[in-house]
């Protein structure tokens, strides 16, 4: 087969850390080259997997059936109580309905829906060809949500109108209208939100349990095992803090806007990062010596119990290469900062929405050598991952065929995990599935490994 | 409580580029390419990655505000550009979205203005175009409409031949290897289309295959229409949307149509009609798996008969699947499909003489939900059909038999045979296993024979 060539015009979105490189200028924060078989979804992706885990709302997908069939139970988000969000609802658009406008069906769906299952809120998503045939579904969820009581929320989503980054934009403005419509009676001052955690199995709840251990008060999580009622009240934390890149990020900074919340910025994996996320809240509560003494206390009983355990995986994979290609950015820095605690070298750190600081940030944290690369594709991921002879690839499902086409073990770290990766025990567990994939006796056959060329 | 019915509460179909995707993905060297937003192709391909456990490349025109202001014509063209430098395809199938459908771009006016603009010097793919609005019909419409376009844009006409084509509707990859053995053994010549037996159930690489090898070879399929029959599996699928009726139309091919052939009666009409064109008898291998699936039957008789069962998928294997059902005893209480082609009753009534003497319900544009308050009615024994009805199976704890696509939750599902004797046999065996696994589990008593 022939070499694999960089497409031009995707030529600027990929760097390679070399001695003499210090001009470091990679394009990015722009849609994805046509024909270019992207590993993006879209605006409408966004603001779905934002929304999604609010478990006792109603998710209605307005437009033809397949945005709503592709991202019907999608996500590993678990719920402790109502599982509303795991049915799939849309309003099924057919011809006559693009012809003559989808508002009726829209109306006629959501009462319906609203009588039936009872949710606390309602979002519209607005699907490509909404806004094409220009139904006004800011009017109709006005109306509806008047006549029944509850908040009933447009999302404008359309497909076509931004990246993936514009879908969490649409998301947090929907939350937002919710935001302040509760009463924030019984909230103490050591209290927090949990932004841009969306309990994939379980992991909010990992988050939540470090954090009540260390005496602080959990108002709400956005949107892991989220509740509309938890929502409406979250102005009444004291402090917010986001994690996952950027997608709540617009919430925390508009609740700081309106309500003068500040937020941080955290992330719970690897122990690196998941200890800095307490000592972070720990620091700002500063004048409760308590909570820095409880996150200690916290943080050295995991780190304890987990450390002896980690040791046994990171002699096993003690200099085995991993490729990382992930939807956000800041995801890959403490997946560095993880797999440097298990010895592992990165050797291609990418993105699907990263922006310039998030790669000059990556660029920094990486070897000499690392490709850095910013909306990727199957083709080029394949080439970086061959030349550079990665032992692992981190994606999501749609990476997964090509590590284990080439004979490449792999790490989902994406929402169909069902295992936590998150926290400490979560590192457990990330070491584990690398161990896993990376040390099978299967890949002795794989061509790349001396098992027959194909 | 009342129930919604406006809107479509867990689908039980999937949207119409889906199936073109599918059918592409069965031709020689060919990338499919979505003419629409970026989630479209992102959004199938990890639909399909998730059944079939392979590499599924689909390129976009990525839509833009623009795009969807000016027209796509500029996007497409530099997305066909952009594939085929980096795909090197000699096909490229290209499916309309909702998207591009509604701003009405004219695809096939934008692909001659490709064509004719294009450099002299490079290689220009060959490139079919299939009409996939999501706001009509289902994946299936989307499947057939692809066939239908690649026989459209290539076959041609000429002196009749020893050749057969076969058009085996949605089957699984299995399934596709054993019709094309099952040809081959008949040594008949032939065209299956699609056939992504390999290109989605392939071998491992050394490199990255940007298409993996495998599909129907296009130098048979400008063959098409000198061949001396077309078969196609499918009574739903009307005849100006047929590949098969177009071959017929254009070129006299005749075709035969037949249900999908399951269950021991459709493949051996089946198995009869390639004896005739063929002439020659049936091998007999395909003797000896007709005779074990008759002895199996009888071995397993009493597991099945007289459990009721919902089948539901394509509304072509929810015929074909209640056909054998019938044949082994089950009573398929509901035979549903959120496909509505409007042809389904008309034909399980033909297939199933006594479909209304035992009170066989048949609904066609339905939803899990829909099928969900029919199973708490009928309180059927079994579920048969796709992963997605394991919602339903467990808060109901039916238990259930994956067929068809998608399996999601389950391993090789593409790797699963439907059709034929051995796919029937495959399929009965299952059957009756779920059923005395059923029967084990919730037996007081651990019986270790069954």
Known sequence: MDKIEILEGRKKQVFEKTKDTDAFDIKCETTSLSGSVSQRACVFCGSRVVLYPVADALHVVHGPIGCAAYTWDIRGAVSSGPELHRLSFSTDL?????????????????????????PKAAFIYSTCIIGLIGDDIDAVCKKISAEKGIPVLPVHSEGFKGTKKDGYKAACDALMKIVGTGSTEGIGKYSINILGEFNLAGEAWIIKDYYEQMGI??????????????????????????????SMVRLAKMMEEKYGIPYLRVSYFGIEDMSKALYDVAAHFGDNPAILEAAKKVVSREVGELYPQLLEFRKA?????????????????????ALASIDMDVVLAGSQTGNKDDYAGLKDMCDEGTIIVDDSNPVELSKFILEKEADLLIGGVKERPIAYKLGVGFCDHNHERKIPLAGFVGMLNFAKEVYQSVMSPVWQFAPRKGGGQL | MK????????????????????????????????????????????????????????????????????????????????????????????????????????????????????????????????????????????FHAALRATV?????????????????????????????????????????????????????WGEYHRIPKGGTPLNTILKCGTAAASIEFTSILAEDKSPAG?????????????????????SDKFFELLERLSEKPMPERYEDERRRLVDAYADGHKYVFGKKAIVYGEEDLVIALTVFLREIGITPVLCVSGGKSGFLKKRLAELVPDLDNLGIQVRDGADFVDIEEEAKKHKPDLLIGNSKGFTMSRKNRIPMIRVGFPIHDRFGGQRLHHIGYRGTQELFDRIVNTVIEHRQNSSPIGYTYM
């Open chain 1, 94 to 118: 057919q011809e006559m309905d693009v012809i003559y406008g989808g508002e009726k069906k829209l109306k006629a769906s959501l009462g319906e829906l609203i009588d039936q299952y009872k």
């Open chain 2, 152 to 204: 459209e844009k290539l076959a041609e006409g000429g002196p009749k031949q020893n050749l057969l084509n076969l058009f085996p509707n949605m089957v699984s990859p299995a399934d596709l290897r054993y019709l094309k053995e099952i040809l081959e053994n008949f040594s008949l010549p032939s065209v299956i289309l699609p056939d992504y037996s390999e290109t989605l159930d392939g071998g491992p």
């Open chain 1, 317 to 337: 994979l003690s200099g085995k290469k991993a490729a990382i290609y992930v939807g956000g950015a800041f995801k890959a820095f403490s997946l560095i900062k």
């Open chain 1, 217 to 246: 008060e959990v108002v709400s999580t956005m949107t892991g095992d989220g509740r509309v009622d938890d929502i409406r009240r979250s102005h009444g934390a004291s402090l917010n803090i986001v994690q996952c890149s950027g």
């Open chain 2, 3 to 142: 129930t919604a019915k406006t809107a479509t509460q867990n689908a039980c179909k999937l949207c119409n580029p889906l199936g073109a995707c599918l059918a592409f993905k069965g031709i020689e060297k060919c990338v499919p390419f979505l003419h629409g937003s970026q989630g479209c192709a992102t959004y199938i391909r990890r639909y399909l990655i998730s059944h079939f456990k392979e590499p599924v490349d689909i390129a976009s025109s990525n839509f833009n505000e623009d795009t969807a202001v000016f027209g796509g014509s500029h996007n497409l063209k530099l997305g066909l550009q952009n594939i085929t430098k980096q795909y090197k395809p000699e096909v490229i199938g290209i499916a309309t979205t909702c998207l591009s459908e509604t701003i009405g771009d004219d695809v096939d006016m934008i692909l001659r203005e490709y064509t004719e603009n294009a450099d002299p010097n490079q290689p220009i793919p060959l490139m079919i175009h299939a009409s996939t609005p999501s706001y009509q019909g289902s994946h299936i419409d989307g």
């Open chain 2, 246 to 266: 177009y071959l017929e139309e254009k070129f006299g091919v005749p075709h035969y149509r037949f249900c999908l052939p399951i269950g021991i009666g459709q």
